[in-house]
C-alpha cells in the first residue's frame, strides 16, 4: 500500500489561475520531491525538498514541506495548458522512493 | 545519451508464461527501481537497486524477480503472468537519492 495521499485527486482551472496540490505522507523522509506525467507516459522529475527546508522556487513552481504536519504543498502559478498532466509528491527515506496517489490537473484555454 | 531505454513497449502474455523487461542506463547510475503504474493510480516500488550485485524489495515485489549483474542493466522478471499484473511498468535510474530519478517511457503489459 502506498503511504501518500495527494490532495485533491483532480483539479480543473483556467489558463493563466494558480494550481494547489497537496500530498500527506506518514512516515519520516530525506527529501521530498515532485514529478509530472503527461498522458499515461514517463515521469518528469521538478523539483526536490529537503528535510530541513521549508520552501523552494523553480520557475513557476514552488513548494513547501511542513515535517511537523508531514506534507507538503505544490503551487504551479500562472497555469498554461501545458501544465496539464498527473503530478506525483514522491517521499524517500533511503533508497526507497515511494509515491503518492497523484493529482489530475486539467488547464482549460 | 539513450537515458533509460525499456523493452518492449508493448507486450502480451498469456497466463503462465513468463517474460523478461529489459532496462537500460548509460548515466551510470547506482540507483535503479522498477515501478507498476495500475489505471489512476500512482507508482507502486516492486524492486530496487543500489548497485551491481545488490537488489532488495519494494511494496509489491511478489511474483516478480531482479538481478543486477552490471551497473547498466537491471531486467524485471515475471515468473508466472497473472491477469493481476496487466499494468504499466517504469523503470528508473539515478546517481543518488538526493537526486530525482530518470524515468525510462514505461512497457505497457497485458495478461490475459
Known amino acids: 500500500s502506498q503511504q501518500g495521499e495527494e490532495d485533491p485527486q483532480a483539479l480543473s482551472i483556467q489558463e493563466g489561475e494558480n494550481a494547489t496540490m497537496n500530498c500527506s505522507y506518514k512516515t519520516s523522509i530525506n527529501n521530498l520531491q515532485w514529478y509530472r506525467q503527461n498522458s499515461g507516459r514517463g515521469l518528469v522529475h521538478l523539483i526536490l525538498?529537503?528535510?530541513?527546508?521549508r520552501e523552494k522556487h523553480s520557475g513557476r513552481l514552488r513548494v513547501t514541506l511542513d515535517t511537523s504536519k508531514k506534507s507538503s504543498s505544490l503551487l504551479i502559478t500562472a497555469s498554461r495548458a501545458a501544465d496539464t498532466a498527473s503530478y506525483f509528491c514522491?517521499?524517500?527515506?533511503?533508497?526507497?522512493?515511494?509515491f503518492g496517489t497523484g493529482t489530475r490537473l486539467k488547464v482549460l484555454a | 545519451n539513450a537515458g533509460v531505454t525499456q523493452t518492449p513497449k508493448f507486450q502480451v502474455l498469456k497466463t503462465g508464461q513468463s517474460m523478461t523487461l529489459q532496462c537500460a542506463q548509460d548515466?551510470?547510475?547506482?540507483?535503479m527501481s522498477w515501478y507498476r503504474q495500475d489505471p489512476g493510480m500512482g507508482l507502486r516500488l516492486i524492486h530496487y537497486?543500489?548497485?551491481?550485485?545488490?537488489?532488495d524489495q519494494g511494496e509489491v515485489p511478489n511474483g516478480y524477480n531482479v538481478s543486477r549483474s552490471t551497473t547498466e542493466d537491471f531486467p524485471l522478471r515475471l515468473l508466472s503472468a497473472a491477469p493481476s499484473q496487466t499494468s504499466v511498468y517504469f523503470c528508473?535510474?539515478?546517481?543518488?537519492?538526493?537526486?530525482?530519478?530518470?524515468f525510462g517511457s514505461g512497457t505497457r503489459l497485458t495478461v490475459v
Open positions: 537497486s543500489v548497485g551491481a550485485g545488490i537488489t
Open positions: 525538498i529537503r528535510s530541513n527546508e
Open positions: 528508473a535510474s539515478s546517481y543518488s537519492p538526493e537526486r530525482g530519478y530518470t
Open positions: 514522491v517521499f524517500s527515506g533511503t533508497y526507497k522512493y515511494i
Open positions: 548515466m551510470n547510475h547506482e540507483y
